[in-house]
């Protein structure tokens, strides 16, 4: 599959890169990423050089397993991950391919990396939380059971966003009271306010009947 | 001497629309004086007439009585949600002046039934609820259960027939005589009863498959916490409606006004409450030999 994502980003016209388990720590931090500021310039600049020397841009690999191997530190990550994202997002000439080893993580931990991403392979991940046009995009869908995992992964959000959380559900398929009030409480913990993008008129109604605090829908 | 925390149910019988109109005005007067917050939710001709007669300030509110929110859930949401932000606001008490429009059909089931939760929701609250009824149009079995369901009457005249007001109950939710078009048994997961929704994708407006989703997705999870743990699902699809039945084998709801009971903080019944909220009707009840099966209607409003 990486074999495969490579060669795309060849074709696409990418410089690909790949840092397996042990370069990746050496990139990154050991178990921390110590320095994001400065890895996202350094991000920047490989990119910056590929585009330099007639590339359409950069595309990473990075086996990020043992970057990942603890609840702290996927919560690091987890944060890490989001500015990245932003990043390539206002970029558009990265592109990254994160290779995680399910047998060695486990079910949960292979969870809440999941969420982390537009997409995933296999796919199998209840919902995606990731950078958007504006703020984060949250697709797919909420219910009882990804009130934990949606409650670490946007605890990732907050902490990195200066001000209200704008978060784009468009593609949100299901949302229940209970995820509204994670986002509420979450926000509240850091003194912002969720803004939702594009939603349903039901979910006006389920922040009003559920009496979600700090969560209001932007006016279309 | 009614302490000033406990409800006041009045039914307010009237056959003469000047002189119920003089009365309110006069009640809405002396409520202010009081320090009382007042919700008005009267047809619009009554309303307007009340409204020329009274000093319209941020104590008084006017609700539309709007059809399309016109179910016990509704009026029930609007009265808890009113009272509970006027007595955090400081009012003394809280004064609610409505008229229910009985009109003989099975519905007048359902609003009797609210009247009943209205006594048991509101029983320590300090909450005024006057009814109105018109007893020149209303039917006379209407008043007799008028008379049983409020503690207080005004208006002479009127001979109370006999009520039963236990057997006071909301109709069921009337589901097509003809086998379930999906039938999914023992779900362990509300997404698993969502998806199977997907199937109905093209026959059914976005609208109503998005409360349906709703709706299924609490009735499954509350299956799923308080009903043993699984629920069979079963949809039937009507032109303009969808059904959803939901039954389980657990303990069952041992309470006539589960699904009009406002939910309460911390984060406790939201989901049964929001599903009702949703659903064009919700009907609870006990399944044999134990358990609960929970049917809704979801259709365009």
Known sequence: MVESYVLGARVAGRRPMFLNSDEATAVYGDRHITDPDGLLADFERQAADAVAEGYSG???VVDGTELVTTPEARASFARWEHLADRMFRSRGDIIALCVYDAHELGADAVAELGVLHQETLPDDTPFHLFAGADGVRLDGELDLSTLNLLDSAFAAVTSTTDGDVVVDVSQLEFVDHRSLHVLGRRAEAHGQHVVLRSARPMVQRLIDVGG????????? | MTTSTALRHVALFYDDTDAVVTRIAATIEQDRRAGAAVLVCLPDVLAGAVSER?????????LAADDRYARPVTAMHALWNFANAALADGASR???????SFDGSPSDDDWHWYERAVNDVFADVPLTATCLFDAGSVPPETLACAHATHAEHIGEGHTPGRCDVERLL???????QRAADLALDEVTRPA??????GRLDDVLAPDILDRARLV???LVTNAIIHGGGRADVRYWCEPSALFIEVADDGVGIDDPFATLRPPAFPVRGFGLWASHIEA???HVAARHPHGTVATAQVAAP
């Open chain 1, 212 to 220: 979600v605090r700090h969560v209001t829908v932007a006016a279309t």
């Open chain 2, 170 to 176: 909301p109709h069921p939710v009337g589901l097509p």
């Open chain 2, 94 to 100: 809280v004064q609610s002046i409505g008229q229910i």
């Open chain 2, 216 to 218: 299924v997705s609490e």
């Open chain 1, 58 to 60: 950069w595309a990473v």
């Open chain 2, 192 to 197: 698993a009863a969502r998806h199977a929704l």
């Open chain 2, 280 to 282: 064009t009707r919700l």
């Open chain 2, 54 to 62: 009274i000093r319209v300030d941020d104590r008084i509110t006017f």
